[in-house]
């Protein structure tokens, strides 16, 4: 998602300008091109080195000591996106007033990017209705806010106007540059791992926790796709997800069944491949001795939705593996005829299960595969879905 794309990140003058310093890092990280451009204050806060040397460019400071003779236009005119993070109270009122006195005011003026503004202030300036009303102008004019959050202030203060966290803002910069690829379209995304009862109360399991198959939903979502996520872990819906909660791999297969007619449909689930033949409807006393389990598969989701495929659709698979990632998902790319396996290595550390953070391969059917390192289970989820939008608009 991010990869390649210019962003000018603009630092003002805040004690929370040491949080640009981490943005600054996760966007190079994700392989964006990062330009930051500081106001004279920003640069007392923090030194113009920690930028220089972090961001994919050096940081600029004035429209005057530039090498460029006219640096806003050239930012304003090449930027993908610029985000002012954090943006104080006076960046935002020449902004919304149209008044350019600095090189980073000059270059928000000068471009039709998308603009993502992170405030930060304290409360009493953050509520004064100077402020709102600048911010609500430029909410009106498109402007994308990421809102400050309650916290410790600067000076021991507590109270609304912190800058919001660098993941929040990362994701809103993901939000914004994702530009609704999926509107109009149906996502039906699984999440968790099965449980096969063996009585009232034992059941055969798995480690997952529904992390990756949540952040696709939400990704799908702010994407501008109509999301249904059929899970078995209990966590709060994604905001305007539609959730259907299951438990075994039948009710999982039943579910998703019925709702196969999905423009995507993203198999993230860890759905058990073996279940007990049956479970006995009392629990199980302990004094009988350990029950001899007998197991038959269970029926394979994807498999079946791969048969059923219709003319454009997209399904994507996941595999956890702890060994052979490649030949493994190849083979089921073309064992279960869907579009995309996303592989990962669940023995590498920190990725996988209950992590917030995964690795994966993505193995397209078409014979291309890229290694996404690891990154967190959102920034996984943007990747998958920019490869399901490649297929999308084939
Ligand atoms: O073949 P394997 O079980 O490793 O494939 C994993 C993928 O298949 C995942 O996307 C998982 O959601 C899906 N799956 C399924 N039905 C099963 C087992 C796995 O849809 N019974």
Same mark, same amino acid.
């Given at each position: *998602? ?13 004690? @929370?300008? =040491? ?18 451009? *500081? ?32 640096? %806003? ?16 109270? $006076?960046?935002?009122? #020449?902004?919304?007033?149209?008044? #350019? ?26 509520? %004064? ?15 994308? +806010? ?20 660098? !993941?929040?803002?990362? !994701? ?18 699984? &999440? ?21 198959? =949540? ?27 539609? /959730?259907?909660?299951?438990? #075994? ?8 069944? !019925? ?6 449909? /993203?198999?993230?689930?860890?759905? &058990? ?5 049956? @479970? ?12 001899? +389990? ?9 498999? !079946? ?41 669940? #023995? ?36 998958? +879905? ?7 608009? $084939?």
């Amino acid at each position: *998602m991010l990869a390649n794309r210019r962003i000018v990140l603009g630092v003002t003058g805040g004690i @929370a300008a =040491y949080k640009a310093v981490l943005l600054c890092r996760m966007l190079v990280d994700a392989g964006a091109h990062v330009i930051p451009v *500081m106001t004279e204050s920003a640069q007392r806060f923090v030194g113009k080195a920690t930028f220089d040397a972090l961001a994919s460019e050096p940081a600029r400071t004035s429209i005057f000591d530039d090498p460029d003779p006219i640096p %806003h236009t050239t930012l304003g005119q090449t930027a993908d996106l610029i985000v002012v993070a954090p943006a104080t109270a $006076r960046i935002i009122g #020449s902004y919304a007033s149209g008044i #350019s006195d600095d090189l980073l005011t000059a270059t928000l003026i000068a471009t039709r990017a998308p603009v993502v503004i992170c405030p930060a202030m304290h409360t009493e300036m953050w509520e %004064h209705p100077a402020v709102q009303d600048n911010l609500k102008l430029l909410e009106q004019r498109g402007v994308h +806010l990421v809102a400050p959050e309650e916290g410790h202030l600067a000076g021991g203060d507590l109270g609304a106007g912190r800058l919001a966290a660098p !993941e929040a803002i990362y !994701e809103a910069i993901e939000n914004t540059l994702s530009n609704g690829d999926l509107q109009g379209r149906t996502v039906l995304v699984t &999440a968790g791992g099965t449980r096969e009862a063996i009585d009232p109360v034992r059941y055969v399991g798995n480690r997952s926790t529904g992390k990756q198959g =949540y952040a696709v939903a939400e990704a799908a979502k702010a994407r501008g796709a109509t999301v249904t996520l059929i899970s078995t872990v209990a966590a709060a819906a994604p905001n305007g997800v539609e /959730v259907v909660r299951v438990e #075994s791999a039948a009710q999982m297969h039943a579910a998703v069944l !019925e709702r196969s007619e999905a423009d995507v449909i /993203v198999m993230t689930a860890a759905v &058990a491949d073996f279940r007990p033949v049956t @479970a006995s409807d009392s629990k199980i006393k302990k004094v009988e001795g350990p029950p001899k +389990l007998k197991l038959e598969p269970t029926p394979d989701i994807l498999a !079946e939705l791969g048969a059923l495929k219709k003319p454009g659709q997209v399904i994507v698979g996941f595999a956890a593996e702890t060994e052979d990632l490649a030949s493994h998902a190849q083979s089921k790319l073309e064992r279960k005829n869907v579009d995309v396996i996303v592989a990962n290595d669940v #023995s590498a550390p920190e990725v996988g299960f209950a992590y917030d953070t995964n690795e994966v391969t993505i193995f397209v059917a078409d014979g291309c595969q890229r290694h996404v390192s690891l990154r967190s289970k959102r920034q996984i989820a943007e990747e998958v +879905l920019d490869t399901v939008g490649q297929i999308l608009v $084939r």
